[in-house]
């Protein structure tokens, strides 16, 4: 099994649809992250998590809210989908010495 | 502002070849910089980190430079296979804090 899973690997929804992603990880690391990555552009943050009761914004939060259900559970949800929200989305874990484990990513499709 | 910039953005090489990624950073204070590939639908995966005081390091047929004054650092890849047909980013760790800064990536495809 991988360390960090995400479900659903593929989503196709409409707009307005409220859509979560989930992120689970057996690595035991307290950091959590979740990025977005659009064509030509590098990854961006959306959310961070440095521990169940430390909930952080990224860069680019807006129109995304997230929830760490656990240390190893961190979910991402798009209360209403819009079409520009169109992209994949890569949780991932922080190692002590810094090395980010990513997930093999959600693909996200807002018609 | 802290950004990171690869080049160039897609390579095409024969099979055998050896090939050289190039990214430059104007991240500060700096951290670290890593490597990662990435294959295609796939999350990315480290190859390899350079802290400061580190020029040159190996990871079988890959190996990373980083020049910390002129800000830059390479990714030379030896003896290409099908295999290595990925995008490769550099990230850059902002010192002190939990910032990440990602390149866009170069898309290398290698030919048989």
């Known amino acids: 099994d991988a360390d960090v899973t995400q479900t659903p690997r593929n989503r196709i929804t409409k707009t307005g649809k409220r859509i979560m992603l989930e992120c689970s990880q057996t690595k035991g690391h307290d950091r959590m992250y979740w990025y977005r990555q659009d064509p030509g552009l590098g990854l961006r943050l959306i959310y961070y998590s440095f521990d169940v009761k430390d909930i952080n914004k990224g860069e680019i939060s807006d129109g995304y809210s997230v929830s760490r259900q656990a240390q190893a559970k961190f979910s991402l949800s798009l209360e209403s989908a819009i079409p520009n929200q169109t992209a994949l989305y890569f949780c991932a874990t922080r190692a002590p010495g810094g090395e980010l484990f990513f997930g093999e990513g959600s693909r996200l499709t807002v018609l | 502002k802290n950004q990171v910039e690869q080049s160039p953005q897609s390579l095409i090489i024969l099979e055998g070849k050896n090939c050289t990624l190039q990214?430059?950073?104007?991240?500060?204070?700096?951290?670290?910089l890593r490597w990662y590939k990435q294959d295609t639908g796939r999350g990315p995966v480290s190859l390899t980190i350079m802290t400061f005081s580190e020029n040159t390091k190996s990871n079988g047929r890959y190996t990373a430079t980083l020049d910390a004054d002129t800000k830059q650092s390479s990714l030379h890849i030896t003896a290409s296979q099908l295999s290595d047909s990925a995008s490769y980013i550099c990230?850059?760790?902002?010192?002190?804090?939990?910032?990440?800064?990602f390149g866009t990536g170069t898309r290398l495809k290698v030919l048989a």
């Open positions: 990230v850059v760790s902002h010192s002190g804090t939990y910032k990440y800064i």
């Open positions: 990214c430059n950073y104007t991240v500060s204070p700096f951290s670290n």
